[in-house]
Structures are given as C-alpha cells and as structure tokens.
C-alpha cells in the first residue's frame, strides 16, 4: 500500500508500473507488429529505427499517464528513464521487487531475475506515425540485465549500436553491419525477445554446418527463454479512481462508464461458479445484498439487479459506495475467472467448495492497481476493504498495489498482521510504504504486533488527534 501526502508522487508511481509492464510486453517497430522476426524484414537498411513507447497504455486502460508524455514533449525533461526490476516467479514477490524500486534500494540484493532500463526521447518530426498512433515517444537506449546469468544486452538507437556482455567480457557491433548481412535473422515472441536474440546471433553467427554449442550460447538461449517466460507470466489490471453512475440501464457499448463496461465483460467472460460465490459472500458482508443477477436487453443494453430481503432492485438505487463495492467485486470475479483452469471449478451445487488455489495452478501471476479503492465507503467498511483484500490474496493468488488515504484500511492491515504473526511471524503479506511532500520514501515496517517501526508524516494518523486537542 502506498501512503503519503497529496501530489507527493503516489500515481505517478503505480500510472508508471503499468506502463512500464504494456510496453515491456507491447514494444514494437513502426510498421511491424509487437514479435515477429523485426531484424530479418530490415535487412539492408541503413538505420535501425526506434521502437515505439505507447502512453495511451493499450488495454491496461491507464488514461492518466499523459503527464509523462507531457514532461518529455513539452521540453520539461528532453528523456525520461523507467528502470524496473522483473521477479522471478519462484524467488522473489513482486511486491518486494515494487518496494525496492520506489526506495530506490539495490537489486543485487534479493533475487531480482532481470533489470530492464528503457529510456524514452520525444518523437520529434514523426508526422506520419503522428497519424496512426494516439500517444506516444521513440526509445533511444535498452539495458537488459540477467543477474542470475551475469549477461547484459544493450541497444543504443542514438549511436546505432548493440553489444552483449557475458561475465563482463563485452562485444559491441554495429547496427548497420549486422543489417547488411544476407544471412537470415532470428526471431522471437516479442521486440526485446528479438533483440535479445540477435544480440546472441551476432556474437555467435549461425554455421552452415552445426558447430560446438558452448556453456554460453546454452545460458543466454536460458536466459532469453525465462525472460519471455517471465513477461509473459506477468498480467496487471489497473482499477483507477473512478466516478460510479447509477443508471437503470448501462449501453454494452459505453466506454467512458467504468460500470458499463465491467458489466460488458462479466457477460462475455464465462464465470466459474467459485468466483459466483465469491461475490455472493463479500456482497454479504458489505451488506449490499444476497444475489445478483446481469440482464440483456434489446441486445444494446445490460441491467443490473440485486436481491435484497426476497425482492430484487436496480443496482442504481443502492448507495454510491454500495455500487463502488459491487463493481469492484464484480471486476475481481472475472479475473478470478480468467486466471483459474475450467477443471479447479466447483459444481453449481457445492456451495462449500474450498477457494484456495495454488501458484501451480493459475494460468499467470495476476497483479492488481488499485486506485483509492476507499472512496464512498463508510470508515467501517474501508476498514474491511483489508480483509477483502487480504482473503483475495491467500485464496485466489492476485496480488495488490494499493493507493489509499484511508485510515481505517491502515489500521486494520495492522490488527491483521498482528493475529497474522501469532501464527507465523514471517508470513506478513502486506506492506506499507510512505512517500513525503519532500524526501525519499520509505518502508514504514510492520512489527510483528501489527505496530510500525517507521512514523507517518504529518497530517496522516496524527491528524485526527489534533483536531481532538484542539475541540478541548
């Protein structure tokens, strides 16, 4: 969870993780597609092109990134560096991986898979591609580090160079020449996979006939290998602050309502009949209702009903913070959904049909940013947003970057953490950090009675007290 003063910085922060993972996973060339064989179609040209970063972050749906791309195209900054580090799925949480790079700490510390540094230049002069693309800048530097392998991989646009380094012996050719050559080019599932490889390709040139294959051919082919594996693994949500309409009706092709368009992809995703439950139950204890049911009408339009002591209303005559609620419910079912193998469902009649799933078992490691998820909530609710939170985590395996100003939702992660520890003192699954005004951010560091090692800044947990000083 992210805390901190207003405008310290917090969005900035979760807005640039998810645009970091759409490009690392989107990257692509003018012209071409986000994988293919990109080097082999620009044989005998005589500039590699920069690839392309996207702002308008595609289907991750971050609508508030433009103050990065207005910093960089309105002469603010004339580059922006996003560095991020990439976990491996067995060694370390993502979560940890997250808390370093906003206090800045070293990777070498922990087993951080891949270190991935894109630095991103205006896209001056680009008129035609102006035309086709919505919002976007060229990246002009890629730094690719294996630590587990000791390789780095690195392309320079600017000076039209690749090198590779493996145990520090690095080799460096020049874009040009290797694009002159006739022979032909490897390709991958992705542009950095593809760069990746035709950086090995350049080191070690394909023979006609099969040579030695030596000890580091092998470990960057495995180091290419998890990378993609990696990134591919990886799938984040982004649940941003949004305005709830409370409508009779929602039109299934809206796409500025937030509510509509969650309805919309609750009727085209088939629901497993755990995540079905899972929805009944937390509607429950929010007090929102018993059941819930999604209607088509006129084939154009969805309406929303819930059960409330035997009868069924509109979801729209319910609280602002009830539909808030529902929707974000709703919205956690679907990639419940999404992410669980059809055959760990439970059948329509096993209402008691355990909910815990292991890693081995989802189809990707789903990770979720959420946006001040409190807003409209009674403070006794916020507080149960932790439990929600908490229970979504060790059932269903989706993991959480939370945006809040919200007390309550503190505090209870602390009584959490404390009954957590009796247990097992090592097993906190939360984390707050704490970003200032002005100064670094830092961990605030549970202890295991649920208390922080680390105060808040002004104006937080402080504030309350104050204002009781001053009524006496």
């Not at 645009?19 to 500039?47: C, D, M, S, W």
């Not at 392998?149 to 000076?159: G, L, M, T």
């Not at 040009?176 to 390709?201: A, C, I």
């Amino acid at each position: 969870m992210l805390v901190g003063c207003n405008s310290a910085g917090k969005s900035n922060i979760i807005r640039a993780v998810g645009l970091v993972a759409h490009n690392i996973k989107n990257l692509r060339l003018p012209g071409f597609g986000t994988y293919g064989n990109v080097f082999g179609r620009l044989y005998g040209q005589k500039e590699f092109p920069m690839p392309l970063f996207s702002f308008d972050g595609g289907n991750y749906d971050f609508a508030q990134t433009g103050n990065f791309e207005r910093t960089l195209h309105r002469g603010a900054s004339e580059e922006i560096e996003f560095s991020c580090g990439l976990p491996d799925r067995h060694l370390m949480s993502a979560s940890e991986c997250f808390s370093r790079v906003i206090n800045r700490k070293s990777y070498a510390a922990v087993e951080t898979a891949f270190e991935i540094t894109l630095t991103v230049i205006p896209a001056e002069g680009d008129e035609e591609q102006k035309g086709k693309e919505k919002s976007f800048a060229r990246v002009s530097h890629i730094l690719i580090k294996d630590n587990k392998r000791a390789i780095q991989y690195e392309i320079d646009f600017v000076k039209q160079a690749m090198s590779l380094s493996i145990d520090g012996n690095e080799t460096t050719t020049d874009l040009e020449d290797y694009l002159s050559q006739k022979e032909g080019s490897p390709s991958s599932q992705t542009v950095l996979g593809s760069y990746m490889l035709n950086l090995k390709h350049c080191v070690f040139p394909e023979k006609e006939k099969q040579m030695t294959y030596t000890e580091q051919e092998e470990s960057i082919d495995e180091s290419i290998s998890h990378f993609e594996y990696l990134i591919g693994y990886e799938k984040y949500e982004y649940i941003k602050a949004h305005d709830v309409s409370r409508r009779m009706v929602y039109w299934k092709e809206d796409k500025n309502d937030y509510n509509a368009e969650v309805l919309h992809e609750y009727k085209a995703q088939k629901i497993t009949n755990i995540a079905k439950k899972f929805v009944k139950d937390w509607m429950k204890e929010f007090k929102i209702g018993t059941d819930f049911k999604v209607e088509e009408t006129y084939g154009v339009l969805y309406e929303c009903k819930i059960a409330q002591n035997g009868a069924w209303i509109p979801l729209s005559d319910l609280g602002v913070g009830a539909n808030h609620l529902f929707i974000f419910l709703l919205k956690m079912a679907i990639l419940f959904s999404k992410n669980i193998p059809e055959e760990e469902d439970a059948p329509n009649d096993d209402e008691s049909a355990e909910n815990t799933i292991t890693m081995s078992e989802i189809k990707e490691r789903m990770f979720v940013i959420l946006e001040e998820p409190e807003q409209n909530l009674h403070p006794d609710f916020q507080s149960k947003l932790a439990d929600l939170l908490l229970y979504i985590y060790e059932k269903r395996r989706i993991k959480f970057i939370v945006e809040t100003h919200s007390e309550y939702l503190i505090r209870r992660s602390q009584v959490l953490v404390a009954k957590i520890a009796k247990e097992d003192a090592k097993k906190n699954p939360f984390k707050v950090n704490y970003i200032p005004e002005n100064g670094m951010p830092y961990d605030m560091e549970y202890r295991a009675d649920g208390r922080f090692n680390q105060g808040f800044g002004k104006g937080f947990f402080d504030e309350s007290k104050r204002q009781i000083i001053e009524l006496l």
